[in-house]
């Protein structure tokens, strides 16, 4: 059945539609694995801020995508706004002036830029706050098959984000949530760009153009996070007796990776220690210590 008027809907209830599964008679510990695999899709996308979470009135979670960047944090007490004025041509000779409020940082606030990273640090903690905690839990879906019914349902998503989802990694719309000329349209998209004459020689179906609008969607936070992970696990590729703190004081995590940018150190731990190749006895340690 196709609803036109819900726009949004608990993670656990998408993911027994999308299968045409009942949500309300399903086993959270024998859940058909067409069901598993789309809640472990869609709770690691939203646990890694590539789709966002609703809460249950459908209310989207300020999140890493609607993040302002490090470039464009303004700190609130160095803060200064002008009058733009600008000079627009209309219908004839006659021509109106546009005013724009523009907002800037003091430039002689005096703040390091290692001060000023601080700020943002803790400006995204709060911002991130309720996404965050909404999404807690998530891994245990996503690595351990772990599916609580009462956590997931307490998670919305919206069906922007299902569409999103859907073209991200080249997949077909779900019958209950789209119509059919959607869900044709979305199909000859996919065709198209997976046609011969838009090859870009990777293997699979995701190409250059959608990778490129990927990660532009990206925070800066988020395409750092992406970057270290990559350098961790090449890191690791080539020396696999590296511990986490190690890996994290690396200069080329910090310069190339934008580690240097965090300085809590549980924030660069967190985005690698699910790649360390090493046995569970050696990872133990303690915390990385700030370099």
Not at 90 to 98: A, P
Not at 239 to 261: L, T
């Amino acid at each position: 059945m196709l609803l036109t008027d819900i726009n949004h809907l608990s993670v656990w209830e998408v993911a027994h539609r999308w299968h045409d599964a009942d949500s309300n008679l399903t086993d959270p510990a024998a859940l058909p694995l067409a069901v598993q695999d789309t809640l472990r899709t869609i709770t690691r996308l939203q646990y890694r801020h590539e789709l966002p979470v609703c809460s249950t009135n459908g209310v989207v979670r300020k999140n890493e995508r609607n993040l302002v960047s490090f470039e464009n944090f303004i700190i609130p007490e160095f803060m200064r706004s002008d009058i733009s004025k600008t000079e627009v041509e209309t219908y004839g000779d006659e021509r109106m002036t546009s005013q724009a409020l523009v907002l800037s940082e003091d430039p002689n606030c005096g703040l390091s830029e290692d001060e000023r990273w601080e700020r943002y640090d803790a400006f995204s903690t709060d911002w991130l706050k309720r996404h965050n905690a909404a999404v807690e839990y998530f891994p245990r879906c996503f690595d351990h098959r772990e599916f609580d019914k009462t956590i997931l349902e307490g998670v919305h998503i919206d069906q922007k984000s299902v569409r999103e989802m859907c073209e991200l990694l080249a997949q077909p719309l779900p019958a209950f949530w789209f119509s059919k000329q959607e869900i044709k349209k979305h199909n000859q998209q996919l065709e198209s760009t997976d046609s011969p004459d838009a090859d870009d020689g990777f293997d699979g179906r995701i190409n250059q153009s959608r990778i490129d609008a990927f990660w532009a969607r990206l925070a800066s936070k988020q395409q750092h996070r992406l970057l270290c992970r990559a350098i961790a696990a090449e890191m690791w590729r080539i020396n696999p007796s590296k511990s986490i703190a190690e890996i994290c004081r690396d200069e080329v995590i910090q310069s190339f990776g934008g580690g240097r940018y965090y300085t809590k150190p549980d924030t660069l731990r967190e985005w690698i220690k699910d790649l360390d190749p090493r046995p569970e006895a050696l990872k133990k340690g303690g915390r990385p210590a700030n370099k």
